[in-house]
């Protein structure tokens, strides 16, 4: 059964809820999503079309045991092995995976775990993405931090001593243009080590300017590799357009980032597809562009507000597990960040296993760092949260248990130059 | 054997020929090499060591121990460059090894960057271990721009695989003049002792120490492991016929003078 995203609020126009219902109900009321807009880069790659050829011909039920037997005695794990990492077949190999996973993190990383926060600085949004709640048909608190706002927000992180921010806004380019995502990348460098950039899609000129303003690092989802059910999800805004979102990593590196992250959000359509594609996303990418340094992220759907009841589906914790397992055993070399919609229990195991990087600190709200940090009842408004997270620890908690679980935690690996 | 046997590293004397590598550290790591290993040198990533007071791991470096910061995080000279300075503006000292990869995958070192970093960073007064991938060329290339050491991969870094390229680097310890300190993939005490009696001067390893059961045995055992080695080539090893076969009867036995 698939999650009931459909919600009408109540103060929308006769109508926008009669385009609203439209977009739900009749496919052709839809832009074509795989048309790039006026304004989109085209980039010569055939990345995509490699990750789409394997992707396309997996099947997950096809693999047996032995498949996945032979998978881990291999030294180096082949696309095919990862297959059978990934399949129904590796279930009750879960612990063995979990060993092997747990070698290749500690031979690539050591004992390392990276802590980080996310910055939401502004929550308006121009796309129809039905899971997500900064869609444009939510009724949320829109907010955008001004500059003062941002610093401010700024400094409260930094005087926890949080050293890497990852800066985010909705996918707004009328109200978070490339300039104003620039200031807010110039303020970040004075109160951290390292900033990355978690927004929507650009071209890569636009990505070379932010990369001058002081980021270093670009994430973007794919959400889901599987455009026929992109197409069903992302039913308006500049984010419909699947494969400019696809080569968003690729312009990014032109445009001079040291790094990129790639995900699928877990429980949108069949993950096992989901997870291979994203990996072999990282995989093709680093073949390509191989002084690069790639991260996965594996986020999960949760609830939105408006929305309690969307849920991960059929993506459990064994299977977020064997996912995370799988990437390690093919990618040894790659980030595997875990963020705060997992609990504090999971993200305690996995970072033992095969996750480099977790969030601490977390609010996906806007402007409520403060009020959140310090308990400290905040003057101005604050903007609602895009989902609900599960993890809430502090930097200092989570500093103290990462360092209980044995862990060296890394506020700072990048430099700069 | 002499009893002053020791290496030397742009002018400065060291009596350990095990160096601490920088990839995974944590106090009790570092603690473990210096008592257990005698380690004098140890590297330090500057893109982790420039940090805030939270958790700096210059605080951890014991007295008396030479820090060797590292360039790693690099992809070009320039950023090597940059990254030297740094380093000696944070009071981390003249050394500095060399990393420059263009690789985020196996961590291979760019040869050619590297030369190019070894001699402008030279020029500048810093003493220069710069870390390659081993080739006779490129080694004499290291030497002419002004490098302290060399410093070959014995396997891909992380790998603990030991002496992967142990045939060039025996060419390098035959034709170079510098110290060979064998870097990357030494994951066994008798790869280290291995490498020892071929000459090498020194030995780097971090991983094999850092995922040892028992951190301080291990650093112990690669202390002795290392002077056994050095032992083994101060001393002279044994003949060994590796290069055809020992003929039993004399060719040159048709000679009658």
Redesign the interface.
């Known amino acids: 059964m698939d999650n009931q995203y459909f919600i009408d609020d109540q103060t929308l126009s006769p109508a926008a809820l009669e385009k609203k219902h439209r977009l739900e109900t009749d496919p052709s009321s839809r832009k074509n999503h795989m048309e790039y807009l006026p304004g989109m880069e085209q980039i010569e790659s055939d990345v995509c079309e490699r990750v789409m050829a394997q992707m396309k011909a997996y099947d997950p039920a096809a693999y047996t045991a032995q498949d996945v037997r032979r998978a881990l005695q291999h030294e180096t794990c082949t696309v095919e092995d990862f297959k059978a990492l990934l399949s129904p077949a590796a279930e009750p190999f879960l612990e063995q995976m979990a060993r092997r996973a747990q070698r290749e993190t500690?031979?690539?990383?050591?004992?390392?775990v990276y802590l980080f926060t996310p910055l939401y600085i502004a929550n308006y949004c121009e796309n129809y993405c039905v899971y997500c709640g900064f869609n444009c048909y939510n009724h949320i608190r829109r907010m955008k931090l001004n500059r003062e706002q941002i610093e401010h927000e700024m400094q409260v992180i930094a005087e926890s001593?949080m050293?890497e921010i990852l800066i985010l806004t909705g996918e707004s380019r009328s109200m978070s243009d490339i300039e104003y995502i620039g200031e807010a990348c110039k303020l970040a460098r004075q109160y951290f080590?390292m900033v990355g950039l978690e927004i929507y899609p650009v071209n890569t000129e636009e990505y070379r300017y932010l990369h001058e303003c002081g980021a270093d690092y670009v994430t973007v989802f794919q959400e889901t590799y599987d455009a026929d059910r992109y197409e069903q999800l992302h039913l308006m805004g500049h984010k419909r357009v699947w494969p400019y979102r696809f080569d968003a990593q690729e312009r990014a590196l032109r445009g001079g980032m040291r790094g990129v992250a790639f995900s699928a959000l877990l429980g949108l359509a069949d993950f096992r597809k989901d997870a291979l594609a994203s990996a072999l996303h990282v995989y093709y990418l680093?073949r390509k562009y191989?002084?690069?340094?790639?991260s996965l992220s594996c986020p999960r759907l949760r609830p939105i507000i408006n929305n309690d009841k969307i849920n991960p589906q059929d993506v459990h914790e064994t299977q977020l597990c064997q996912i995370l397992c799988a990437y390690r055993i093919f990618l040894p070399?790659v980030g595997i960040t875990v963020s705060s919609r997992e609990s504090a229990q999971f993200r305690d195991g996995i970072v033992k296993i095969a996750a480099t990087k977790v969030s601490a600190g977390v609010s996906t709200g806007i402007g409520d760092h403060e009020s959140k940090y310090t308990g400290k009842e905040t003057e101005g408004e604050q903007g609602d949260e895009q989902f609900e997270i599960n993890d809430a620890r502090s930097f200092k908690t989570m500093?103290r248990d990462m360092s209980r679980e044995g862990l060296?935690?890394?506020?700072?690996?990048?430099?700069y130059? | 054997m002499n009893q002053k046997d020791t290496l030397i590293l742009g002018g400065h004397e060291f009596h350990s020929r095990f160096i601490l590598g920088s990839g995974k550290y944590s106090l009790e790591l570092i603690q473990a090499a210096v008592e257990g290993a005698g380690a004098e040198i140890i590297t330090l990533a500057v893109r982790r060591a420039n940090t805030k007071e939270t958790e700096n791991i210059l605080d951890y470096i014991p007295q008396g121990v030479t820090l060797l910061p590292n360039t790693s995080g690099a992809r070009t000279a320039e950023e090597a460059v940059r990254i030297a300075r740094l380093a000696r503006e944070l009071g981390c000292g003249n050394f500095v090894k060399i990393e420059i990869m263009r690789d985020s995958k196996y961590l291979l070192p760019d040869n050619q960057e590297t030369i190019r970093a070894t001699e402008i960073l030279a020029k500048e007064g810093f003493v220069v271990l710069p870390y390659m991938y081993p080739d006779l060329n490129v080694a004499r290339d290291l030497e002419n721009a002004g490098a302290a050491a060399i410093m070959p991969l014995a396997a891909p870094i992380g790998s603990n695989k030991g002496l992967a390229t142990k045939e060039f680097i025996q060419i390098l310890i035959d034709e170079m003049d510098l110290p060979i300190i064998v870097d990357a993939g030494i994951g066994r005490p008798s790869q280290a002792c291995e490498a020892m009696e071929m000459g090498a001067a020194a030995i780097m390893a971090n991983t094999a120490l850092a995922t040892a059961g028992d951190l301080l045995t291990m650093a112990r055992a690669f202390k002795q492991a290392i002077e056994a080695g050095r032992g083994a080539y101060l001393a002279g090893l044994g003949r060994v016929l590796t290069r055809g076969a020992s003929a039993s009867d004399p060719l040159t036995g048709f000679l009658r003078d």
């Open positions: 500690s031979r690539h990383f050591g004992n390392t001593g050293e080590r680093q191989p002084a690069a340094e790639m070399f500093y060296q935690p890394v506020l700072n690996d990048y430099l130059v």
